[in-house]
């Protein structure tokens, strides 16, 4: 198989601000297989360093490492301390093999129920809204971001205006301390439409994340300590039972994946890595939509993102349409 590959640049409509800092863009690159019979598959390797990826920087030496003409077994060598490339290029083999000329390049995308991500503190409250008249009915709020007191007034605010049957996410990105974490965990539990806190602590702090889960009624999920297969594997196995948010873009060979959350019973919430419709729709078509996926129907996908992206041409139909507006992005 040939590969090719093409990096992105994707700005935000606003920066989005996290306990991990504010981003304003979204980089990647786009991953191109054909055969000798002419058939072709497209990935995406889509990093998030600062969540437990790779850095770009990595995954564009790994472009340039790999040969021009690549067989399975340089895909399924590719090491694990790039998970990302690791699913870029197995997703674009496994939909090369799967190429049908009849069909778009892009499984068909229909959404299921999607958790809207929100701005962080006052942002919110103004932002909800539209939203919810587009028919997202979860909502995902960071905290951990700004000012405690503040952050606080403004769920505060949020949960009084959002209709009964809404459902609301907090995300803390492992921002807080035991005791801040403890003072959002006391206000959630008032608030029966908080679906659970996700990563209040950071991942080096498991087994109070286990002992915090004991503690208080509003769930909590794993999201920044599951960032790979093995760090979902670790945590399986030193007992998390709870629910875990998976960004598969960035867990590793898709694979090995989806055999994982086959053979468990994980409470599992599919998430965005703020890629491209090219690994989300992958990952709709050969993870969320399989049997036995750990995906709860009544759980909406962490997939409602769109809407923080300036260029509409990201989320096309047509991956060779998108290849085609990156001729002057290739990695040599």
């Known amino acids: 198989m040939r590969a090719?590959?093409?990096?992105?640049?994707?700005?935000?409509r606003r920066p989005l601000m996290t306990a991990h800092g504010v981003w304003s863009e979204r980089r990647g690159i786009l991953?191109?297989?054909?055969?000798?019979?002419?058939?072709?598959?497209?990935?995406?390797?889509?990093p998030l360093p600062w969540f437990g990826s790779e850095t770009l920087e990595a995954a564009i030496a790994l472009c340039q490492s790999l040969p021009e003409f690549l067989n399975l077994a340089d895909i399924r060598a590719i090491a694990p301390t790039l998970p990302a490339g690791q699913f870029g290029l197995e997703s674009a083999w496994?939909?090369?093999?799967?190429?049908?000329?009849?069909?778009?390049?892009?499984?068909a995308w229909e959404p299921p129920h999607l958790s809207a991500l929100l701005p962080a503190g006052e942002g919110a409250i103004s932002a909800w809204k539209p939203l919810w008249e587009r028919g997202h009915r979860t909502f995902k709020q960071k905290i951990g971001v700004g000012e405690l007191a503040a952050e606080q007034a403004a769920f505060a605010e949020l949960i009084g205006q959002l209709p009964p049957r809404a459902r609301l996410r907090l995300d803390a990105n492992g921002g807080l301390d035991w005791d801040t974490a403890c003072r959002w965990l006391e206000?959630?539990?008032?608030?029966?439409?908080?679906?659970?806190l996700e990563q209040p602590l950071a991942p080096s702090q498991f087994d109070a994340m286990l002992k915090l889960a004991e503690r208080f009624p509003t769930p909590l999920a794993l999201d920044e300590s599951v960032a790979t297969l093995a760090q979902l594997r670790t945590c399986w196995q030193r007992g998390w039972r709870g629910?875990?948010?998976?960004?598969?873009?960035?867990?590793?060979?898709?694979?090995?994946?989806?055999?994982?959350?086959q053979q468990h019973p994980v409470d599992?919430?599919?998430s965005s890595a703020l890629e491209t419709a090219v690994a989300r729709r992958y990952i709709q078509a050969h993870?969320?939509?399989?049997e036995h996926s750990g995906n709860r129907p009544d759980r909406a996908l962490g997939y409602g993102v769109a809407h923080w992206f300036c260029d509409p041409a990201f989320e096309q139909d047509s991956a060779a349409a998108l290849w085609q507006t990156l001729t002057a992005s290739a990695i040599a």
């Not at 991953?31 to 889509?46: C, F, H, P, Q």
């Not at 998976?246 to 989806?258: C, E, T, V």
Request: include cysteine; charged fraction near 25%.
């Open 4 to 12: 090719e590959f093409r990096e992105y640049r994707r700005a935000f």
């Open 31 to 46: 991953v191109k297989l054909t055969d000798s019979a002419g058939r072709t598959g497209y990935g995406e390797i889509a």
């Open 94 to 107: 496994e939909s090369l093999m799967q190429h049908d000329p009849r069909k778009s390049d892009l499984p």
């Open 187 to 196: 206000q959630c539990a008032a608030h029966p439409q908080v679906e659970f």
């Open 243 to 261: 629910v875990v948010v998976i960004k598969a873009a960035i867990a590793g060979f898709p694979s090995q994946l989806r055999a994982f959350c």
């Open 268 to 270: 599992l919430v599919w």
């Open 287 to 290: 993870l969320v939509q399989l």
